[in-house]
């Protein structure tokens, strides 16, 4: 191909100087934005700030749950020995968490004795009792009852009564 002896042209410096001359400087935000810029920032702070006390509050109360250490101090206590991954444990869990909350005057401790952790298989070993059991314990850490398989709030409402009422 041939090159034609056509240049194109180059823009002089006098137009570039014109154009930057008439460009307008740059806006100064007005106090309307700056004010609905820091609501913004208050409420995502705030927003943040109450998700981590919730999640923080979660895992505490998880993590208070899961302390077999609780049984035997006073407290009427049940002890659900559960595996996370079973359908019939997760079930018996639903019911004697709304039992619990149906009985108002009851002063009992409710935890969890996760089959897949080390401290639970120690403590299903220790009381011979497979996962989806209930184990009541009184205040003084004697076993009261054990329940197999799931029940049903109905059913463990007053069972949770009695515990609370012999200690």
């Known amino acids: 191909m041939k090159k034609s002896g056509r240049k194109s042209p180059k823009p002089s410096g006098k137009t570039n100087r014109k154009a930057k001359?008439?460009?307008?400087?740059?806006?100064?935000?007005?106090?309307?934005?700056?004010m609905k810029l820091m609501r913004n920032g208050a409420i995502g702070a705030l927003a943040v700030g109450g998700l981590g006390w919730w999640g923080v509050s979660a895992v505490q109360a998880t993590a208070?749950?899961?302390?077999?250490t609780r049984i035997g101090q006073g407290t009427p206590t049940i002890v659900q020995v559960h595996d996370p991954q079973c359908p019939l444990c997760t079930q018996l869990q639903r019911e004697a968490r709304k039992a619990l909350r149906a009985c108002s005057d009851c002063d009992l401790v409710y935890l969890v004795a996760n089959i897949r952790a080390e401290d639970g298989q120690r403590f299903a070993a220790q009381h011979n009792v497979p996962h989806v059991t209930l184990v009541l314990f009184n205040g003084a850490?004697?076993?009261?009852?054990?329940?197999?398989g799931v029940r049903d709030q109905e059913e463990l409402k007053p069972v949770?009564?009695?515990?609370?009422?012999d200690s």
């Open 141 to 148: 850490g004697e076993v009261q009852q054990i329940l197999n």
């Open 160 to 165: 949770f009564e009695s515990l609370s009422q």
């Open 21 to 34: 001359a008439a460009s307008p400087a740059p806006e100064q935000p007005e106090r309307r934005d700056m």
């Open 64 to 68: 208070a749950e899961h302390d077999l």
